[in-house]
């Protein structure tokens, strides 16, 4: 009888370790009581670090891939900070940065552009939400700084707009 409700408690750890992963989820914690001497206490927990440290470090090639041809005739532009420059749009949050609505439409905005204040420049995607990023001020996109998809970090810069 102790095996059987071995088997059902690791069964039902092994269910929890599965939503955890399908839900992205970093930790769960359930109490069961079969009685009143009886009790299964279970905290099931990842580490997520893991995962977004590939994602940063893959972000700034990304950046550097970007800036490069539009920097190709300035030498000094690969070492500039992007973050300081004048009219740098930064990120607002921790995800993914789409600059499209969708696969396959037309990017919101292109080097060389003209946007208005509160025009949206790009998506970011944090916690299955669609996150809009809005020109912080009119003016002409002069560079874009990730690659639809790439992997952002809170205050990484995203695009300019002088």
Same mark, same amino acid.
Request: glycine share 6%; net charge negative; no cysteine.
């Given at each position: 009888?102790?095996?059987?409700?071995?088997?059902?408690?690791?069964?039902? +750890?092994?269910?929890?370790?599965?939503?955890?992963?399908?839900?992205?989820?970093?930790? +769960?914690?359930?109490?069961?009581?079969?009685?009143?001497?009886?009790?299964?206490?279970?905290?099931?927990?990842?580490?997520?670090?893991?995962?977004?440290?590939?994602?940063?470090?893959?972000?700034?090639?990304?950046?550097?891939?970007?800036?490069?041809?539009?920097?190709?005739?300035?030498?000094?532009?690969?070492?500039?900070?992007?973050?300081?420059?004048?009219?740098?749009?930064?990120?607002?949050?921790?995800?993914?940065?789409?600059?499209?609505?969708?696969? =396959?439409?037309?990017?919101? +905005?292109?080097?060389?552009?003209?946007?208005?204040?509160?025009?949206?420049?790009?998506?970011?995607?944090?916690?299955?939400?669609?996150?809009?990023?809005?020109?912080?001020?009119?003016?002409?996109?002069?560079? +874009?700084?990730?690659?639809? =998809?790439?992997?952002?970090?809170?205050?990484?810069?995203?695009?300019?707009?002088?």
């Amino acid at each position: 009888m102790g095996d059987k409700k071995q088997n059902s408690d690791v069964e039902f +750890i092994t269910a929890l370790a599965e939503l955890l992963r399908a839900n992205e989820l970093s930790e +769960i914690e359930v109490m069961r009581e079969f009685g009143k001497d009886d009790v299964l206490n279970v905290r099931v927990a990842r580490q997520l670090q893991a995962a977004p440290a590939p994602a940063t470090v893959a972000a700034p090639a990304p950046v550097a891939a970007v800036a490069a041809p539009a920097a190709a005739p300035a030498a000094p532009a690969p070492s500039e900070d992007p973050t300081q420059l004048a009219g740098a749009v930064t990120s607002p949050m921790v995800g993914t940065a789409y600059l499209a609505p969708e696969p =396959g439409a037309a990017p919101f +905005i292109k080097v060389g552009d003209s946007v208005s204040e509160g025009q949206t420049l790009l998506i970011i995607e944090a916690m299955k939400t669609m996150n809009q990023i809005p020109a912080p001020a009119s003016g002409k996109v002069t560079r +874009i700084l990730v690659d639809d =998809g790439t992997a952002v970090e809170f205050g990484d810069p995203l695009v300019v707009v002088e």
